[in-house]
Every structure is written in C-alpha cells, then in structure tokens.
C-alpha cells in the first residue's frame, strides 16, 4: 500500500511538473509562425527561463511576429511594455570570427512575474555602414524568451535594469 501512495504521488507530481512545463511552454509556441523552421527550445535547469528560436524566410522589414500575435497577448493579459526601440535597429557585431551587421527589432510583453521578450533579427555581412540598408537576405531569426521570477519586485528590478516599463496586472 505505501508502495502505492509513493509511486501515486511521484505520478501526482510528475503531472503537475509536466502541465506547468506545458502551459509555460504553450505561451510560446502560438508565436511559432506558419513556415517557421529550424526550431529549437531550450529550458534553463532552474526552469526560469524558456526560449523557442526559429527561422523563417520573410523579406526586411516585414515582422514573422505581427500585431495579431500581440492582439492574442493581450487576450491572455499581457501588457505591452515600453522603452523598447519601436522600429528596425542595425548595428555591428564583431564577436565573431567574420563579424556581421546585426538588423534587430525587440518587444517586451509583462505578466505578473513573467517577461517574455520578442526578438526579430536578421545576421547578414558587415558593412560598416549598417544604418543605410537592410540585410541582404531573407531569413528572419525570430527568438521568443520567456523569463519567470520569483517575486513581483525581482521582475520590476529587471525592467528597470532593461530600462522598459511594463504596467502589468498583479495577479495573486
């Protein structure tokens, strides 16, 4: 009998670890767009971070993640942060061995003591001159990262280091 109870609660908790990996999971993966590829998902082993990255073949300057995309957010309660760059953002990276022209676009979205963070990007070769055109291909990196904190005021630290501002709605 006591075999039992333990082998019903290690199922017990297993379920409940696997529904709460599932439904933080689930916030994402409506964001993988039709014709996406190469996607990936990584967890982070303290499971506070969850990241889904793919690619997509979509001409600059068009977005993979579109106002209807948000319009689902904010249908889940998410609110839209502020203090992120509002439009397309090019500039070099030299971190590599060749260095490339990075073209970037970030949203922010808060929900109590989540952040998801929204990165659309293009890698295309340097040019030193990165703010006169677009990348000169058509495969847009879209990663989708989601961040779970402990506590309300951890989140609201983060924001403010990230220099956004996201009135989000506190839930109990």
Same mark, same amino acid.
């Given at each position: 009998?006591?075999? +039992?109870?333990?082998?019903?609660?290690?199922?017990? @908790?297993?379920?409940?670890?696997?529904?709460?990996?599932?439904?933080?999971?689930?916030?994402?993966?409506?964001?993988?767009?039709?014709?996406?590829? !190469?996607?990936?998902?990584?967890?982070?082993? $303290? %499971?506070?971070?969850?990241?889904?990255?793919?690619?997509?073949?979509? $001409?600059?300057?068009?977005?993979?993640?579109? !106002?209807?995309?948000?319009? #689902?957010?904010? #249908?889940?309660?998410?609110?839209?942060? *502020?203090?992120? =760059?509002?439009?397309?953002?090019?500039?070099?990276?030299?971190?590599?061995?060749?260095?490339?022209?990075?073209?970037?676009?970030?949203?922010?979205? /808060? =929900?109590? @003591? #989540?952040?998801? *963070?929204?990165?659309?990007?293009? !890698?295309?070769?340097?040019?030193?001159? &990165?703010? &006169? /055109?677009?990348?000169?291909?058509?495969? #847009?990196?879209?990663?989708?990262? +989601?961040?779970?904190?402990?506590?309300?005021? @951890? @989140?609201?630290?983060?924001?403010?280091?990230? %220099?956004?501002?996201? $009135?989000? =709605?506190?839930?109990?």
């Amino acid at each position: 009998m006591r075999r +039992l109870i333990v082998a019903i609660t290690f199922l017990l @908790t297993g379920l409940g670890l696997l529904f709460f990996a599932q439904s933080k999971a689930s916030i994402l993966n409506f964001m993988v767009v039709e014709g996406a590829y !190469d996607i990936r998902e990584y967890r982070s082993k $303290d %499971g506070g971070r969850l990241q889904i990255s793919y690619n997509v073949n979509l $001409d600059y300057p068009a977005f993979a993640v579109t !106002d209807a995309y948000y319009e #689902q957010l904010k #249908q889940r309660d998410w609110v839209e942060c *502020t203090g992120t =760059k509002n439009d397309w953002d090019s500039y070099p990276d030299m971190s590599g061995n060749h260095g490339k022209t990075v073209h970037q676009y970030i949203k922010a979205w /808060s =929900k109590s @003591t #989540q952040l998801l *963070t929204i990165i659309m990007r293009y !890698d295309s070769v340097l040019r030193m001159d &990165s703010k &006169s /055109s677009g990348p000169d291909n058509n495969i #847009q990196n879209v990663i989708l990262l +989601l961040d779970k904190y402990d506590e309300l005021s @951890t @989140t609201r630290e983060v924001q403010q280091r990230l %220099g956004i501002s996201c $009135d989000a =709605k506190v839930s109990s």
